[in-house]
């Protein structure tokens, strides 16, 4: 019996569905995630071939849309790898954003915001994506992240900014700067370790600290969203992500504070996208 694999691949974690005729789709989470402009495909497609080894012969297509695959050569990179581990199937890689929306707006037309290790956001007309706004990563951009809370709550503790107990909930082994150094600029996935801090920081969210740095990362989102999508194409927005999904209520308060309203937030689009898949393949 013929598999079709449908994947929602983040820079830190993926999450894979299985399609098989006359069977419920079935859902794999926690498997590592790729980005193929900062990860290392060696670990994914390591981990890709253990998880599927009983199903590899029978898989014959597979719909991967990734982190970091919006350019032809990036999302060609990512089939690469995926062809390394199913060398017979069909391999169809789009971009995360393009995952998002299906999973989320099927063939509706609507608003689309990614926010879990990094950001993107886009108009979707139903088919199409209209992306104005420049995808500059975690350095220079993915603000309102994980990645960017991250890296600001790891400022604020090097500088002293940060009360005792967040940064003791946050960063419990210490903070030495050689390991600091090592993860950021010699490390195989600097943003997912920057996006690690914001799992710890969104369970202290009535310190007023987190607030506050939670807000001004989201205010600066909202900020991006305004200076290049129209307030008719904004004003709902449908958002995905780890972080979207954890801190839905501030990130909700703070959108509608500048005229924007979160209408959906689901933790995965991969629900939407097996049902966007299935009928398809119907």
Same mark, same amino acid.
């Given at each position: !019996?013929?598999?079709?694999?449908?994947?929602d691949?983040?820079?830190?974690?993926?999450?894979?569905?299985?399609?098989?005729?006359?069977?419920?789709?079935?859902?794999?989470?926690g +498997?590592?995630?790729?980005?193929?402009?900062?990860?290392?495909?060696?670990? /994914?497609?390591?981990?890709?071939?253990?998880?599927?080894?009983?199903? %590899?012969?029978?898989v014959?297509?597979?719909? &991967?849309?990734?982190?970091?695959?919006?350019?032809?050569?990036?999302?060609?990179?990512?089939?690469?790898? +995926?062809?390394?581990?199913?060398?017979?199937?069909?391999?169809?890689?789009?971009?995360?954003?393009?995952?998002?929306?299906?999973?989320?707006?099927g063939?509706?037309? #609507?608003?689309?915001?990614?926010?879990?290790?990094?950001?993107?956001? &886009?108009?979707?007309?139903?088919?199409?994506?209209?992306?104005?706004?420049?995808?500059?990563?975690?350095?220079?951009?993915?603000?309102?992240?994980? %990645?960017?809370?991250?890296?600001?709550?790891?400022?604020d503790?090097?500088?002293?900014? !940060?009360?005792?107990?967040?940064?003791?909930?946050?960063?419990?082994? #210490?903070?030495? !700067?050689?390991?600091?150094?090592?993860?950021?600029?010699?490390?195989?996935?600097?943003?997912?370790?920057?996006?690690? /801090?914001?799992?710890?920081?969104? @369970?202290l969210?009535?310190?007023?600290?987190?607030?506050?740095?939670?807000? =001004?990362? /989201?205010?600066?989102l909202?900020?991006? +969203?305004?200076?290049? /999508?129209? +307030?008719?194409?904004? =004003? =709902?927005?449908?958002?995905? @992500?780890?972080?979207?999904f954890?801190?839905?209520d501030?990130?909700?308060?703070?959108?509608?504070?500048? #005229? !924007?309203?979160?209408?959906?937030?689901?933790? =995965?689009p991969?629900? @939407?996208?097996?049902?966007?898949?299935?009928? &398809?393949?119907?």
């Amino acid at each position: !019996m013929s598999v079709t694999l449908v994947a929602d691949i983040g820079g830190t974690s993926s999450r894979w569905g299985i399609i098989r005729s006359g069977h419920d789709p079935r859902i794999i989470e926690g +498997l590592p995630g790729f980005n193929p402009s900062v990860g290392d495909p060696r670990l /994914f497609a390591s981990a890709l071939k253990a998880e599927f080894q009983e199903q %590899a012969a029978r898989v014959t297509a597979v719909f &991967a849309y990734g982190a970091g695959c919006g350019t032809r050569e990036r999302a060609e990179q990512m089939a690469h790898v +995926l062809l390394a581990v199913w060398p017979r199937a069909r391999i169809d890689v789009a971009s995360d954003l393009m995952g998002a929306a299906h999973g989320l707006l099927g063939t509706n037309a #609507g608003f689309v915001l990614i926010l879990g290790t990094g950001m993107n956001a &886009a108009w979707y007309n139903g088919s199409i994506l209209d992306q104005p706004m420049p995808s500059l990563g975690y350095i220079l951009g993915d603000e309102g992240s994980g %990645a960017d809370i991250g890296k600001y709550a790891l400022i604020d503790a090097l500088h002293g900014r !940060m009360p005792v107990e967040v940064r003791d909930h946050v960063f419990p082994a #210490g903070l030495a !700067m050689p390991e600091v150094v090592k993860e950021l600029y010699r490390g195989s996935s600097p943003q997912a370790w920057l996006a690690s /801090f914001t799992a710890p920081i969104a @369970g202290l969210t009535q310190h007023a600290y987190v607030q506050g740095l939670v807000r =001004s990362r /989201f205010n600066a989102l909202a900020d991006r +969203l305004c200076a290049y /999508f129209p +307030l008719e194409q904004r =004003s =709902s927005i449908t958002a995905t @992500g780890s972080v979207a999904f954890g801190l839905a209520d501030t990130l909700r308060t703070v959108l509608a504070e500048r #005229g !924007m309203q979160l209408i959906d937030v689901q933790r =995965s689009p991969m629900p @939407g996208l097996l049902k966007y898949r299935s009928e &398809a393949l119907l």
